[in-house]
T-cell receptor, first 112, second 112 residues
Framework: SQQGEEDPQALSIQEGENATMNCSYK?????LQWYRQNSGRGLVHLIL?????REKHSGRLRVTLDTSKKSSSLLITASRAADTASYFC????????????FGGGTRVLVKP | EAQVTQNPRYLITVTGKKLTVTCSQN?????MSWYRQDPGLGLRQIYY???????DKGDVPEGYKVSRKEKRNFPLILESPSPNQTSLYFC???????????FGPGTRLTVT
């Protein structure tokens, strides 16, 4: 089974609203990353948060990490139509060796 | 411009006809990997390479081969493609397995 599981699987919001998606994982991690994928294209790295960090910001993105709950959230504030994409978390687990494991993704639709 | 390139971008072929998908990066990355992306299954790693002449199996290596003769290139070889290898393939590179990954644009393969 996947290490990272995103929730919800799909999200539809109006432009200007905030979008929040979550990632839960099973085993202790070193780092957690978020990626964006526009339809059918390559993934683009958004942000990396280390296991000893609790929150990180990058522009309109805010990522939190709660290692006690084994979960992370990605918040996109003041969403734009261009934010329409799938968002994936990827974990680097201590027990999984030297690799990244991707979740199934959250599809976000931002309606103009 | 820093990038990962893949060729071809689209390929329709028949069962059993050997094919190679090329991947090249210009960022002097040591780590390169191949993923396949299928609906409902997310992104799964096929093979990875920590450095020149060093390759290893990912989660779904059956039916695939790779080579890493030069640092910049990491071709994916399907010796005898089958319809269950119809998928969207991504090459990625990075300074390490667990750091920010740079993805290529993807190769959509259909095997009939």
């Amino acid at each position: 089974s996947q290490q990272g599981e995103e929730d919800p699987q799909a999200l539809s919001i109006q432009e200007g609203e905030n979008a929040t998606m979550n990632c839960s994982y099973k085993t202790s991690i070193n780092n957690l990353q978020w990626y964006r994928q526009n339809s059918g294209r390559g993934l683009v790295h958004l942000i990396l948060i280390r296991s000893n960090e609790r929150e990180k910001h990058s522009g309109r993105l805010r990522v939190t990490l709660d290692t006690s709950k084994k979960s992370s959230s990605l918040l996109i504030t003041a969403s734009r139509a261009a934010d329409t994409a799938s968002y994936f978390c990827a974990t680097d687990a201590k027990a999984a060796g030297n690799k990244l494991t991707f979740g199934g993704g959250t599809r976000v639709l931002v309606k103009p | 411009e820093a990038q990962v390139t893949q060729n071809p971008r689209y390929l329709i072929t028949v069962t059993g006809k050997k094919l190679t998908v090329t991947c090249s990066q210009n960022m002097n990355h040591e780590y390169m990997s191949w993923y396949r992306q299928d609906p409902g299954l997310g992104l799964r790693q096929i093979y990875y390479s920590m450095n020149v002449e060093v390759t290893d199996k990912g989660d779904v290596p059956e039916g695939y081969k790779v080579s890493r003769k030069e640092k910049r290139n990491f071709p994916l070889i399907l010796e005898s493609p089958s319809p269950n290898q119809t998928s969207l393939y991504f090459c990625a590179s990075s300074f390490s397995a667990t750091y920010e990954q740079y993805f290529g644009p993807g190769t959509r393969l259909t095997v009939t």
